[in-house]
């Protein structure tokens, strides 16, 4: 069963900073599946990242996504006071989807 | 534009079945994968299961396996999930998902989500 561990758990900064998020597969999985979606409080999550590193429709150009492997990242350059929220990565293994269990960027 | 409206809040008590309701529009129904998405209080998302409008096919989380069931109406463009044997743990919002893929990427992705049905399980 594949798990995917986020780390941190929360990250405290302040606008204008950068933020690196990671995801943590607990084997090897494609980048075709690999995912990110942001949630804020009462709304659904939405798509940011597909296929590891490409910008959904809408996604500014602040958020990029890395990495292969076992090992994924998604990064903010220069947080915006609209990208306090939480974050989810995803990915797919032996016909199961998963869901990290988020990283939440607060403002410091 | 895509659009998926879900079917409104449900309250059932442990041992029931409910039977949530998400009506697609604004692109070929049979054309993509949907799924089934519930977030319990606190959590993270969790993935339930999937089904092939075109053929009807399904496949499952394995923790859902034999109390969750996703079907279609291919006339009115709407997919159903049922589960059953509720109890307070199932208590969480559902989301369906309309998947979509790209094929320069080579990749499959969870795209447009339902506003999402809050079912509450409480004696």
């Known amino acids: 069963e594949l798990v995917l561990t986020q780390s941190p758990g929360t990250l405290s900064l302040s606008p204008g900073e950068r933020a690196a998020l990671s995801c943590r597969a607990s084997?090897?999985?494609?980048?075709?599946?690999a995912a990110w979606f942001q949630q804020k409080p009462g709304q659904a999550p939405r798509l940011l990242i597909y296929?590891?590193?490409n910008r959904a429709a809408g996604t500014p150009d602040r958020f990029s996504g890395s990495g292969s492997g076992t090992d994924f990242t998604l990064t903010i350059s220069s947080l915006e006071p609209e990208d306090f929220a939480v974050y989810y990565c995803q990915h797919y293994a032996g016909s199961q989807w998963t869901f990290g269990q988020g990283t939440k960027v607060e403002i410091k | 534009q895509v659009q998926l409206v879900q079917s409104g809040a449900e309250v059932k008590t442990p041992g029931a079945s409910v039977k949530l309701s998400c009506r697609a529009s604004g692109y070929p129904f049979t054309d993509f994968y949907m799924h089934w998405v519930r977030q319990a209080p606190g959590q993270g998302p969790e993935w339930m299961g999937m089904?092939?409008?075109?053929?009807?096919?399904?496949h499952y989380a394995q923790r859902f396996q034999g109390r969750v069931t996703v079907t279609r109406d291919t006339s009115t463009s709407t997919i159903y999930m049922e589960l059953t044997s509720l109890r307070s743990e199932d208590t969480a919002v559902y989301y369906c998902?309309?998947?979509?893929?790209?094929?320069?990427?080579?990749?499959?992705?969870?795209?447009?989500w339902g506003q999402g049905t809050q079912v509450t399980v409480s004696s």
């Open positions: 998902v309309r998947e979509n893929h790209s094929s320069w990427a080579s990749a499959y992705f969870f795209e447009d």
């Open positions: 296929g590891a590193s």
């Open positions: 084997q090897s999985v494609s980048r075709s599946y």
């Open positions: 089904l092939n409008p075109s053929g009807g096919t399904t």
